[in-house]
């Protein structure tokens, strides 16, 4: 499966918590921006670039484009039929003629960063939205004719109580949406949240109390019918997110925009990180591309063995770590299926501590 | 070779921080031995160390040329971890120079270095330093160094070293006061190795000072103690750079590469003579008694061979280092390792980690006992797990020494009452002047190589110093407080203090430990025990989480980034049992009180 990741920097606004590669002062450079795109694409088409089983449009926050604009580029890359093309979409800034253009232009799917359902915790994140907007961005995306709907959650936010939490999930679940992504709050150094941390001035999230928080959300959305697929996301069975699987099963995708990822010919590269030099670049040509890695064999297999145990197919292991593994087993952190190894609940809020244990102990098979 | 009368050679001394590095750097500058445009501050602390510590760990020699004079100039370390730098350096040397901050006056390794060159009868050229500083007080400093030291004011010197002043005025005094070495160019040749350190390249290379005779490139040479003969590949002088010479006569100072590779062949100490026309040996050196020990451990099992090699490659560089194999439960294999001071532990361990690439484990510092068995047998333990149950022994006995404390009047409170908490017992108080006591203490050395050294320096906002010697042994309440992770004792935390302190020991440890060592993947249970009683108890909680949760697009790189340094942070662990110990923990617990 091939996909290809556009990059949109652009918000309207910056939230607390982000260390995303998006701008709030440069919307002056949209219309340029998109021409880059285009002009990548078109490059990269007549270098044979496949067709694309998937699309990814984030942010940053696609849905500040105007809705031709956005379409311009989708109509660039070249796609197999029954495509998914997914746009992220900030709730404040969609209504329903931009929808309608989606849909018309191709767009199969929406996701929707919500982060919570309480005022409180959003103004504590520093979103703009209240939570009205998300249900009637919600409702418009349905009455637009979208089946697939996602949206992003983020918990353990200081201040969010355990009741807050249960009332974003229900909230959430009665959004009828098919597709539910839940991050624990993470602080990033160089962010606002992040200097107010180092500060002292605002208080870190709490390990135990994230860790109590996704157990509830895997309880909760399980019992609404979501199954767990990746440690942070679920979804209604067989509506995963085909564009985050390639991510995880070592697809090929390229990265279009500023700060953009591709992953071609085990290479893995990523575009320069601002709007203004991106555009620069694509005018003196041939790419955007800043940096790149070709990673050594068993570099490779450590990086898929780490992505896939963060998969509900999990990863397949050899006898080498046979002792390790049980050990894990028999302390309920994961489970053995053949020779496969998939993380349970308390597991996957170990990943990246089991990820290295197993690495050490020579796991991958 | 030069003649005699035309040749000095001398030794800096003083109490840390006094600027003899400093000075070197104006002699280096005043007789041309390093350019302006090449000269750095201290220049002769060569090791990364040393530049990052801002203090002389090594005493380092040069070669000086200054109006037809060669004066053969020792800079040495003032750390009282170093006292031996100072004396094997002294036996190279006709004299001294003696600096003595103005501002802060005598303190105790100027009291402990100045006897140490009185002792070796050498001539002291006594120069008050630092007078450029507005604090600096040189008629009240010398009067004091007059009254304390015998050295009348009218003889002392004053300068900055800082700025150059009176620099030149001291060397002229150095090339008057100090008498030529005396030596027979024809008599059977003597040199004296005063430092020795390892080069890869070269094998060993050896700091040599003529005596008698001459040593000759090309010479077969013998090493008298080690009953061995090696050719003179290269003899040489530093300059300060290393310039190889033809010969080294009577009262000259350099350098000597004799194909050496074999750790121990060129001790500190040595006499090298010609092996067709051998003579008897100098007075070498009394070996330095260690007084502090501590468990070495490779963090990884596999470093213990390169951890031996390290090991015998340091001692030849610093043979106040001793090492014996030994095997811990908790640790593996590794070494009991004995030092100085604290200082110089925590300097062995650097240097073997960055020059040798390794990464240690050290477990608390602890001194040598003496226990005696119920069959009246006595044995020496340098080691807390090897203490035999107390109902085995009618008598542990601890080493003592004699502290010197000297400090401004203001502070002999404070002082006295840390004293007293360390089990001090008041010898002697006296004015050395109407601002500055000095304090005779009787005290445990166990209770000074904890954190005497840190709590003194504090109470007294830094101005008061301490040197010590060992006082002899004698019996005390002593018992050993085991600490339990995960139900496993672990002897790097274990300690043998006295009975009125185990609880608090206890105490402080387990709570330390707890702060330090990160959450596992189970409750990590921590607990201190005398004698299979548990005094103290503390439990780290299991970790729940430890994953990115948040989504970052494509960018897998970061990701994989982030997991190569937890693989790398993984590695870094000592495997305790199933226990997971940072490094940081072993360093960190032997800090109790901050
Ligand atoms: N103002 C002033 N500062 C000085 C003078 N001499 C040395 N210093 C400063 O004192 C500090 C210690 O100087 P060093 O030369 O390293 O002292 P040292 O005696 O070699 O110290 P150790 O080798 O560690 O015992 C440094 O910061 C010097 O810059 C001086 O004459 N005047
Ligand atoms: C790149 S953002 C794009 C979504 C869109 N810009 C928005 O926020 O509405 C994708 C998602 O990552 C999550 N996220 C971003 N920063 C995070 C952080 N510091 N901690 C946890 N989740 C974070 C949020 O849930 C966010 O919706
Ligand atoms: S979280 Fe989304 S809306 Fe907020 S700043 Fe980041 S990319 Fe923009
Ligand atoms: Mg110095």
């Known amino acids: 499966m091939f996909g290809v990741y556009v990059h949109v920097p652009f918000c309207a606004h910056r939230c607390d918590y982000c260390d995303f590669a998006t701008w709030t002062d440069r919307a002056h450079l949209i219309d340029e921006y998109v021409d880059a795109c285009v002009e990548d694409l078109q490059r990269r088409v007549a270098n044979g670039q496949p067709d694309a089983a998937s699309v990814f449009f984030g942010g940053g926050t696609p849905s500040l484009l105007e809705a031709d604009k956005l379409v311009r580029i989708l109509d660039a890359i070249p796609r197999t039929a029954g495509a998914e093309v997914t746009v992220e979409c900030n709730p404040d800034s969609v209504d329903a003629a931009k929808f309608a253009a989606y849909r018309r232009g191709g767009v199969t799917r929406l996701s929707f960063g919500v982060q919570s359902m309480r005022p409180h915790v959003l103004a504590a994140l520093g979103r703009t939205h209240d939570p009205a907007n998300v249900q009637r961005a919600v409702a418009l995306a349905r009455d637009a004719g979208f089946a697939h709907v996602s949206i992003d959650l983020i918990y353990g936010t200081p201040g969010e109580t355990m009741d807050d939490w249960r009332a974003t999930l229900d909230s959430a679940i009665a959004l009828g949406v098919d597709h539910i992504s839940a991050y624990a709050l993470t602080v990033e150094p160089a962010t606002p949240l992040g200097l107010a941390v180092a500060a002292g001035e605002r208080p870190a999230p709490d390990d135990d109390d994230q860790a109590d928080k996704y157990a509830f959300a895997d309880d909760t959305l399980s019992a609404a019918g979501f199954e767990w697929y990746e440690v942070s996301n679920w979804a209604l069975p067989g509506h995963e997110c085909r564009h985050n699987r390639c991510y995880w099963d070592g697809s090929e995708y390229v990265g279009i925009g500023a700060a953009a990822h591709g992953f071609t010919g085990g290479r893995r590269w990523w575009n320069t990180r601002t709007p203004e030099r991106y555009i620069a670049r694509i005018a003196d040509g041939p790419d955007a591309v800043t940096g790149d890695e070709v990673l050594a064999p068993a570099a490779r297999v450590e990086e898929a063995f780490g992505l896939a145990l963060r998969t509900r197919s999990g990863a397949t292991v050899g006898r080498a770590a046979a002792p390790v593994i049980g050990q894990l087993a028999s302390a309920g952190l994961l489970t053995v299926e053949e020779d496969r190894i998939v993380l349970t609940r308390p597991g996957r809020l170990l990943a990246s501590d089991l990820t290295a244990r197993l690495l050490l102990a020579g796991a991958p098979g | ?594």
């Open chain 2, 1 to 594: 070779m030069t003649a005699l009368d035309h040749i000095r050679c001398l030794s800096i001394i003083a109490h840390i921080d006094h600027g003899k590095s400093t000075l070197a750097d104006r002699l280096l500058e005043l007789t041309g031995a390093v350019s302006a445009r090449d000269m750095r501050a201290q220049y002769l602390d060569s090791m990364d160390l040393e530049r990052e510590r801002g203090i002389t760990i090594k005493a380092q020699n040069v070669r000086l040329e200054y109006k037809g004079f060669v004066i053969n100039l020792i800079d040495t370390p003032g750390h009282v971890d170093f006292g031996y730098e100072v004396s094997r350096s002294l036996a190279a040397c006709e004299g001294v120079i003696l600096l003595v901050d103005a501002s802060q006056g005598i303190e105790a390794q100027t009291l402990a270095n100045c006897y140490q060159a009185m002792e070796h009868d050498l001539t002291i050229v006594a120069a008050l330093n630092k007078i450029d500083l507005p604090a600096a007080e040189p008629e009240r400093r010398a009067a004091e160094i007059e009254r304390v030291l015998g050295i009348p004011a009218e003889e002392l010197l004053h300068i900055s070293a800082k700025t150059g002043e009176g620099v030149a005025e001291l060397l002229d005094a150095v090339i008057e006061r100090i008498p030529a070495p005396k030596g027979d160019v024809d008599a059977p040749t003597q040199a004296l190795i005063f430092d020795s350190y390892y080069d890869p390249y070269r094998g060993v290379v050896s700091a040599v000072r003529v005596f008698n005779g001459a040593l000759r490139s090309g010479a077969k040479l013998r090493y008298v103690q080690a009953r061995q003969d090696h050719d003179a590949e290269e003899i040489g002088v530093r300059l300060p750079v290393p310039t190889p010479v033809a010969t080294l006569g009577p009262g000259e100072v350099g350098y000597l590469v004799a194909g050496i590779k074999e750790v121990g062949q060129a001790k500190v100490g040595e006499t090298v003579t010609d092996a067709n026309r051998p003579a008897s040996a100098l007075e070498g050196y009394r070996d330095p008694k260690p007084m502090v020990f501590c468990g070495l451990y490779p963090v990884e099992g596999d470093d213990y061979a390169d951890l031996r090699d390290a090991l015998e490659k340091l001692r030849l560089n610093d043979s106040s280092v001793t090492y014996d194999p030994e095997t811990s439960g908790a640790l593996g294999f590794g070494f009991r390792c004995g030092f100085l001071g604290l200082l110089h532990m925590e300097i062995v361990r650097e240097r073997l980690e960055r020059e040798y690439d390794l990464a240690l484990v050290a477990t608390a510092p602890n001194v040598e006992y003496r226990v005696v068995r119920l069959d009246g047998s006595v044995e020496v333990i340098d080691n807390p797990s090897s203490m035999p149950p107390l109902n085995e022994v009618t008598a542990i006995e601890e080493p003592y020494v004699t502290v010197i404390l000297l400090t401004p009047t203001d502070y002999v409170g404070t002082l006295m009452e840390l004293s007293q908490q360390r089990r001090g017992v008041l010898d002697k108080m006296e004015y050395l002047s109407e601002d500055r006591v000095e304090l005779v203490y009787l005290l445990p050395l166990g209770e000074i190589v904890t954190d005497f050294f840190d709590q003194m320096k504090s109470r007294t906002r830094g101005y008061a110093s301490l040197d010590y010697e060992p006082a002899g042994y004698r019996a005390s309440d002593l018992v050993k407080v085991d600490v339990l992770l995960n139900n496993t004792p672990v002897d790097a935390f274990s300690a043998i203090v006295h009975r009125d302190k185990a609880y608090d020991y206890g105490r402080k440890m387990t709570q330390k430990l707890r702060e330090l060592i990160p959450r596992q993947l189970f409750d990590v249970p921590i607990q201190a025990a005398v004698g299979g009683r548990i005094v103290a108890r503390e439990t780290v909680k299991a970790k729940r989480k430890d994953v990115l949760a948040k989504c970052y697009g494509g960018d897998i790189t970061r990701k994989r980034k982030l997991l190569e340094r937890q693989k790398e942070g993984k590695r870094r662990m000592k495997q305790i049992g199933s226990v997971e110990v940072p490094q940081e923990a072993f360093v960190a617990a032997l800090r109790l009180d901050e």
